[in-house]
């Protein structure tokens, strides 16, 4: 199986912060890498698919890079409705796994 | 609307079974790579099953041989029977969406999820 490393754990940020979640996988995934986004209590929200590209009317805020087996979410500037937990994904080959979590808690 | 709606969880003994659904409305389940995805109580998601094409089926290694996951096209609803039940089964269960454009979009759409506990 593919493991999926996210780093930190846990990112307390302001308001208009720059911020970035990394996440490493343990072999290559072909770019074949999501980013989640999950609220208290709801579903996770898909922002981003294959390493880069937004979903549907998410923010430009968010976005996405790679390098080799490292990934990267960026929020260029933390809004008030960004404090949640962050989940990386890669669908390469199954079992399809999830990292850990990073929640991004106010400062 | 495109929307997908969990329903049949509960609480089940260990060893005991259940079946749950999730009604798709706005596209057709017949022609769409869908998944069960559960999430224990402060964990990370886990893939649990996918469906994808006429008859290709997908399952975590924890759930094979227990958990058969099908559709009814005529109802436009996908299934998940779970049989054999384990205390660690208890999760969230979301059905998702897989969409292909250039390549897959995965988890698209989730339902808001049904809760099954099992417990003695």
């Known amino acids: 199986d593919i493991q999926m490393t996210q780093s930190p754990s846990t990112l307390s940020a302001s308001v208009g912060d720059r911020v970035t979640i990394t996440c490493r996988a343990s072999q290559s995934v072909n770019t074949w890498l999501a980013w989640f986004q999950q609220k208290a209590g709801r579903a996770p929200k898909l922002l981003i698919h294959?390493?880069?590209n937004l979903d549907s009317g998410v923010p430009s805020r968010f976005s996405g890079s790679e390098s080799g087996t490292e990934f990267t979410l960026t929020i260029s500037s933390l809004q008030p409705e960004d404090f949640a937990t962050y989940y990386c994904?890669?669908?390469?080959?199954?079992?399809?796994?999830f990292g850990q979590g990073t929640k991004v808690e106010i400062k | 609307e495109e929307q997908v709606v969990e329903s049949g969880g509960g609480l089940i003994q260990p060893g005991g079974s259940l079946r749950l659904s999730c009604a798709v409305s706005g596209f057709t389940v017949s022609n769409t790579y869908m998944s069960w995805v559960r999430q224990a109580p402060g964990k990370r998601p886990e893939w649990v099953s996918s469906?994808?094409?006429?008859?290709?089926?997908y399952y975590a290694d924890s759930v094979r041989g227990r958990f058969t996951i099908s559709r009814d096209n005529s109802r436009n609803t996908l299934y998940l029977q779970m049989n054999n039940l384990r205390v660690e089964d208890t999760a969230m269960y979301s059905c998702?969406?897989?969409?292909?454009?250039?390549?897959?979009?995965?988890?698209?759409?989730w339902g808001q999820g049904a809760m099954v506990i099992v417990s003695s």
């Open positions: 994904q890669q669908y390469d080959s199954y079992p399809w796994t």
């Open positions: 469906i994808h094409g006429g008859t290709s089926t």
């Open positions: 294959k390493v880069s």
């Open positions: 998702a969406r897989i969409t292909q454009a250039t390549g897959w979009i995965p988890f698209d759409i």
